[in-house]
């Protein structure tokens, strides 16, 4: 990571964090596509997905948007699977997601991505768990199997086999979030370590009408971007940025 997004970013994660608001809870996906689980029905989350391509789009982006800014979300996400990585290949991901100066923690179980023009399908199973036993559990990944009341959990070790875990590290992810035009935009800036990258991600009942409407204001702004292809943990997993 170097020049001016190495910069932004720690910028807004040193400067920032005060401006964080209080979080809400897991996201209940009642106006999605569900799928049959092993146990019960699953939400799919359908998001648009559209890629900046440096840092210079993505200042000018959030410049153009900040009257509709309604918060900033510093994120931290770590991830697990098993030693034989028995759920990577199940096309699944274990993540805890941790937020920066609130005491807020989301454990989650991602299956079966679905990635086409820059709309993306998931099947998502989240819950809160307590960020202590969370943060133990990062050093200790045993206390994830542990856990006797996450339905998650349960989920993880009988559908999928789970006996045994392993942290996988992550990354961090700065959230711009703007209620703009009726849609929710959430304009993330991530830090993997070997290079960051940035991304438009909106959640939508009509993900292609919200796409159309995504790429009208970045055309009409002189914003160059491109459809998704990966998602952040699969960047994540290949160590390197896509091209």
């Not at 106006?31 to 840092?55: A, F, N, W």
């Not at 909106?202 to 491109?226: H, T, V, W």
């Amino acid at each position: 990571m170097r020049g001016i997004g190495k910069i932004t970013l720690l910028h807004t994660f040193r400067g920032f964090a005060q401006h964080i608001t209080k979080l809400p809870p897991p996201r209940v996906h009642n106006h999605h596509q569900y799928c049959s689980g092993s146990s019960s029905t699953t939400p799919m989350e359908v998001e648009v997905k559209l890629r900046l391509p440096d840092s210079s789009s993505h200042q000018k982006l959030t410049r153009l948007l900040s009257p509709f800014c309604t918060k900033t979300l510093l994120q931290e996400n770590i991830f697990f699977d098993t030693p034989t990585s028995h759920l990577s290949s199940n096309q699944t991901a274990l993540r805890l997601r941790f937020y920066n100066s609130s005491p807020h923690c989301i454990l989650a179980l991602k299956s079966k991505p679905q990635l086409s023009s820059g709309i993306s399908r998931v099947e998502e199973h989240e819950e809160p768990i307590d960020p202590s036993i969370a943060r133990a559990a990062v050093a200790e990944p045993w206390r994830l199997l542990s856990l006797s009341d996450s339905r998650l959990m349960e989920r993880v070790k009988e559908e999928f086999g789970v006996t045994g875990l392993v942290c996988l590290g992550g990354f961090r992810n700065v959230r711009n979030v703007f209620d703009w035009n009726g849609l929710k935009l959430e304009v993330d800036e991530t830090d993997y370590g070997f290079g960051t990258s940035y991304e438009i991600e909106c959640e939508s009942e009509q993900p292609d009408r919200a796409k159309g409407m995504i790429e009208e204001f970045l055309k009409g702004n002189g914003i160059g971007y491109s459809y998704s292809e990966v998602s952040k943990f699969a960047v994540f997993r290949s160590g390197k940025l896509p091209q």
